[in-house]
């Protein structure tokens, strides 16, 4: 016999763009069964009061490293308040050393230089000077750099002859490992480093599910299995994670692997509403942070113009072979170059096969040529933005981009070229609360309080239609999420906050009270449900 329960006593907003939001909503088997006033109100089989919460549907991270947050939470954090330096962080990698057993490794993440006086990222020879005889293995918080010392460097085999990797960088000076790795030499050092259990990594990634369900959030995509440990040990650890079973939240894959390799493996594309598994992932290049980023131009600090992490030919094959085999891309582009050749993929793709459903993702569309926003938009093109790196990092793109920084991660001229936009995390670079997502988008304030491109803010149902409705549409779920009218799945969040009304301080610390998912509950810690 299905449940029919009435919610009551607040105001339920069926998507961001609701002028009469509803007074009771009643769901069943699931899915929203109706929308309306108190008097009107069907029989029901319990009557749920929200006392005077607003309801909102649930929210969609659209790209987040699940699984990478869970590791970096264990790492030694340098984004803590005792950190603020790179001789403050250096000395507490030194104290942790000594409370370590010998043998282990030190992990530590979270770097980032820009936000310290020195400016400068520790080097094997400043790592060696506070932790002599272990491995020390740092991550910065874009996940495109690691930095190290000697001892890690000898445990990983990594000697000065070590050719540098195609698409990636062994940092020399002199001739000698400087103890830096950018981008497919990162890659390399982080999967070659000693790992823990599977279980362990299970129960890690199955908390930042449940930090996200508390804000409210209904579904999300990790962006990168494979990022962290290699394609196999994830994919395994993700597997265990669904045995577990009671997943608080929808998921949708990227799987950082190109299309032949997905054939040798036997993956294809498939989905069911709550475990999605169709989207392959392409880095076309690195970041503005580590200058990795590719540009048309110059970067205004160092000489160069960052680069494509494979060969155009090679971006150009991936697409069409992921294309025409059904998947969906979703490729990391950054820079203006990076952006254009990524479009130019997908555009040449489309052209050359016909198919139902072809909205690719471009992820970030970081630093866009202005040209790039109507090409993408004829393309269906989903835009998968994340606003809460104004506040982590805009400070800084001034230092590397000059005056030209204010194209950077542009929000609202996206959406007045008709194109989709989805608001994402990508913590552990982003902040993991959607909210403070929603928050930037609106403000586009930086951590000293400047405006960013005052032009590009975005009103708050613009700010949540791209976290709900957007969301949504980048996983493909339009049409039976992201909305609460009559029929859609019953994923919903009933907030501590009205978002249309607080202030912009207190739209940053939202969080849900309820979470409800397919009908059921996935945080709720007040028994309200
Ligand atoms: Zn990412």
Redesign the pocket.
């Known amino acids: 016999m299905v449940k029919r329960y009435l919610l009551t006593g607040g105001t339920i907003y069926r998507h961001a763009w609701d002028e009469h939001p509803a007074e009771a909503m009643l769901i069943a088997d699931g899915r929203v069964a109706w929308l309306g006033a108190v008097q009107d109100a069907p029989a029901s089989d319990r009557v749920v009061d929200i006392e005077g919460s607003t309801v909102l549907p649930g929210l969609t991270d659209a790209?987040v490293?699940l699984l990478a947050v869970g590791q970096a939470r264990k790492q030694i954090s340098a984004a803590r308040p005792d950190s603020q330096s790179l001789g403050a962080y250096l000395q507490r990698l030194q104290e942790v050393h000594e409370s370590l057993p010998a043998d282990e490794w030190l992990f530590g993440g979270d770097v980032n230089e820009q936000l310290w006086p020195e400016k400068r990222m520790p080097d094997r020879a400043a790592i060696d000077a506070v932790v002599p005889d272990r491995p020390v293995l740092l991550r910065r918080f874009c996940?495109h750099v690691a930095m190290m010392n000697s001892h890690a460097l000898e445990a990983l085999g990594l000697r000065p002859e070590t050719a540098d990797p195609s698409g990636g960088q062994f940092d020399r000076r002199n001739g000698a490992l400087t103890g830096i790795a950018r981008e497919r030499a990162a890659e390399f050092v982080f999967r070659a480093a000693p790992r823990p259990a599977d279980g362990e990594i299970a129960k890690s990634t199955r908390q930042v599910m449940d930090d996200l369900s508390r804000a409210g959030v209904t579904a999300a995509v990790d962006?990168?299995v494979g990022?962290t440990f290699g394609f196999e040990p994830e994919w395994a650890i993700w597997q265990l994670l669904r045995q577990q079973g009671d997943l608080p939240l929808r998921l949708g894959f990227m799987a950082q692997i190109d299309p032949g390799t997905a054939e040798e493996l036997s993956l294809e594309p498939g989905r069911d509403p709550w475990w999605q598994w169709r989207t392959l992932k392409i880095f076309v290049d690195g970041i503005i942070g580590a200058r990795t980023a590719a540009l048309h131009g110059r970067y205004h600090d160092v000489v160069g113009s960052g680069h494509l992490m494979h060969d155009l030919a090679d971006i150009q094959d991936f697409v069409h072979e992921a294309h025409r085999r059904g998947w969906q891309v979703a490729a990391?582009a950054i820079g203006d170059r990076a952006i254009d050749v990524i479009i130019g993929a997908i555009a040449s793709a489309q052209a050359a096969c016909q198919r139902e459903e072809t909205r690719h993702r471009v992820?970030h569309f970081g630093f866009p040529d202005p040209s790039a926003f109507q090409r993408a938009a004829e393309l269906g093109v989903i835009i998968v933005t994340q606003p809460s790196f104004i506040p982590r990092m805009a400070d800084a793109w001034p230092i590397a981009l000059g005056d030209q920084h204010h194209r950077c991660f542009p929000a609202r001229s996206l959406i007045d070229a008709g194109l989709c936009v989805a608001g994402s995390s990508?913590s552990p670079?982003g902040a993991l609360s959607p909210w403070e997502g929603i928050q930037a988008f609106v403000t586009r304030r930086t951590a000293s309080g400047k405006q960013m491109a005052a032009q590009e803010t975005l009103s708050v149902r613009q700010a949540l239609d791209a976290y709900t409705n957007g969301g949504a549409l980048a996983m493909q779920h339009n049409g039976w999420r992201g909305t609460l009218i009559t029929g859609m799945a019953a994923d919903f969040a009933v907030l501590d906050k009205d978002p249309f009304s607080c202030s912009s301080e207190e739209l940053g610390r939202i969080t849900s009270r309820l979470t409800v998912v397919g009908g059921r509950t996935a945080h709720d810690p007040e028994g309200i449900w």
């Open positions: 790209h490293h996940g962006a990168a990022f990391h992820e990508d670079t």
